[in-house]
């Protein structure tokens, strides 16, 4: 059965290569993307967004705009050390062809999760602004939800834009725990499994050699990504794969060893952005989420380059 998602979005060099695997997956059908502050300004990340559905002749797929600012924090750092300013490797990408839609993020994603009862998936892999957004204005869109798969999070592992918090979680704390208490059907892919999966420089030279749009863009925009990697990890031009890793998570669960455990962030101070796991419950009675804690990495990697050279 093919299940409709919609991936919320900062791109972003590594939300590219996720939504082009999403688009090349049969097993899905992207039925929106909606954009948010992050990895670039929102307009940045808005603009990529429609680039990215129009790559491969996906024009149909609607893109609407969501938040530039978090729902509490004041906007202080975006990810473009990490991916450029203009999200894209600082390639100056030409103009997208296509358009916005008039409604907001969060006002899409709750006319398509009440269009479709119970169909919809939730694919968070940037800020939880506008999943928080939507909450705050349709909270019975809880009960509606298919599932809800966020990259984000760290739990056994250091962060990476602090040394406790991963920078999806960290650019809005306060809607990312709004997110993980809501109590929908949650997963959470964060930095405990995403760091483990490395594309290598051998491996991305294999891809590239597919020659198509999807790995063509990949060629063009990861050596900014590559650099960070390299000089913060010292990775030597691997890179880790996060993004692309909550679809395959979509794609092929069984990949992931998951857990069950009740989820805080901590919204505040020097630990703002960490995501910590209540295992007994001492702190009150939160739903639990499942949080991949393990994952079967050649698996994955092999998974994400069947279908990007197809």
Known sequence: MVKKIIIDTDPGIDDATAISLALRSPELEVIGLTSVFGNAKGEVTAQNALRLVELEGHDSVPVARGSDVPLIIPLEALGT?????????NT??????GKLLDAHAAEFIIQMIRSNPGKVTLVPIGPLTNIALALKLDPGIVGLVDEV???????????????VAEANIYH????????LRAG???????????QEVFMTRAYLDEIYQADNPATNLMRKILPIYQKFHDGFFGLGGDIHTHDPSAIVYLLAPHLFHTQSVAVFVETEGRCMGQTVADWHHQW???????????????EVLALIKERLVK
């Open 184 to 194: 929908w059907p949650l997963v959470m892919v964060g930095l405990d499994v995403t």
């Open 284 to 298: 009150g009675d939160r739903p639990e989420v499942k949080v991949c804690m393990n994952v079967q990495a050649n």
């Open 81 to 89: 050390m990490v991916h450029g300013e203009d999200g894209m490797g």
């Open 149 to 163: 798969v966020l990259m984000g999070g760290t739990l056994s592992c250091p962060g990476n834009i602090s040394p």
């Open 172 to 179: 809005d704390p306060h809607a990312a725990d709004l997110v």
């Open 92 to 97: 100056n990408p030409p103009p997208p062809k």
